[in-house]
């Protein structure tokens, strides 16, 4: 049985201070516009004052979440030669890390921009990357069915290699450094202990499409081609906890994302151009929000701000959803009226 996530007071003051199920972002407060093709990936950064996000354009983009709330580009960053299908945050966020699909790792300046070290091998391409929670160390999925592991220098540390580890399109490492997670077939994830030197699997009955661990590392959130949602501990011993369903998941990749007040949603995007939000502990489906038009390929709730999420979609644009726009939004007939400085690339 799963241990609830917050206990009776927790529960009142979230009902009181929060506002309950109506605190839930549902309200499209911008669109951002400043990609050429499709969103595949979108990641706030840990202390919520950034959100990255990757396209089938080849770019990436850093957006600033300024003090009233409002996301203004703060630099497009251009390099990779294919579309970039990953990205991580540096545990002080002072890094990125993006991946181009079956390309090289780099790793960028969040403030200047600049591109600071390029990581490939001969040969091989990478497909997912990720932090140790030291900041000292980078994880890359590569295309010869391996993972590396690198210094920030460049210099290769180690290679897990064999029958186990396949074609790695997800990757994470747990937040206590203990535990490195990654699919090694089309329906198993396997958890290597990075101490222990132990491997532990989660065995799937459909295709896994894509996962996300948990911010404290104890749970892996699974989406499935047969359009589930799986919840997993991975504290102890492995077992399902929850399932997930309402959406629509039959042919892409779709990356759902933990959030709100102590992680207390689940929210996905799905094939019909809507984003999903349950409630994590009763699995119920609480809202479906409308606005995008094409698939919604990623989701990513601001972990400083339980009322903030951000989808992105093959229509080339994000979503950044929050709750009432009248208090932060002003329309006229015209238009829309943007408050952002420079070149932000958003509409409200």
């Keep these: 049985m799963l241990k609830p996530f917050y206990s009776g007071r927790d529960r009142v003051t979230w009902r ?21 093709d499709e969103v595949w990936f979108l990641e706030f950064s840990h202390n919520g004052k ?36 990953f990205v991580s945050w540096s545990p002080d966020d ?10 090289v790792v780099r790793l960028w300046d969040v403030d200047s921009g600049e591109c600071i070290r390029l990581y ?24 010869n069915k391996s993972i590396s ?72 959130l699974v989406s499935l081609l047969n359009q589930e949602i799986h919840l997993w501990s991975i504290d102890g011993v492995i077992k399902l906890v929850h399932i997930y369903k309402g959406h629509k998941q039959e042919r892409f990749i779709i990356k759902p994302c933990f959030g709100g007040l ?9 094939e019909d151009s809507q984003v999903y939000i349950w409630d994590r502990c009763s699995q119920q489906l609480l809202r479906k929000l409308a606005g995008h038009s094409g698939t919604v390929n990623c989701v990513s709730w601001n972990p400083a701000n339980p009322h903030m999420l ?25 238009g829309a009226v943007s408050n952002c400085v420079g070149d932000c690339h958003c509409r409200t």
């Design 16 to 36: 009181g201070f929060y506002g309950g199920i109506d605190k839930i972002p549902s309200q499209t407060l911008q669109i951002l516009e400043g990609h050429k």
């Design 50 to 85: 950034c959100l990255a996000s990757s396209s089938a354009d080849c770019s990436v983009i850093i957006w600033e979440v300024k003090l009233d709330g409002r996301l203004c580009l703060k630099h497009k960053v251009i390099g990779h030669e294919e579309p970039v299908c």
């Design 94 to 103: 002072s890094q990125l890390l993006t991946c181009g699909l079956e390309e």
């Design 120 to 143: 490939e091998k001969n040969g091989l391409g990478f497909i997912s990357c990720g932090w140790a929670p030291d900041g000292e160390r980078i994880f890359c999925g590569v295309t």
């Design 149 to 220: 592991m690198w210094d920030l220098q460049g210099k290769e540390l180690r290679c897990w290699k064999g029958h186990r580890i396949t074609k790695i399109a997800d990757l994470g490492i747990t937040s206590d450094g203990k535990q490195m997670v990654s699919l090694c077939k089309n329906n198993v994830i396997l958890l290597v202990g990075l101490e222990s030197k132990t491997e532990k699997i989660i065995v799937e009955d459909e295709v896994i499409t894509s996962f996300v661990l948990s911010p404290d590392g104890k749970y892996v």
């Design 262 to 270: 102590r992680q207390a949603f689940i929210a996905s995007g799905s």
């Design 310 to 334: 951000a989808s992105g979609s093959d229509d080339q644009t994000i979503r950044i959803w929050g709750l009432n726009p009248a208090n932060v939004m002003k329309h006229n007939d015209e």
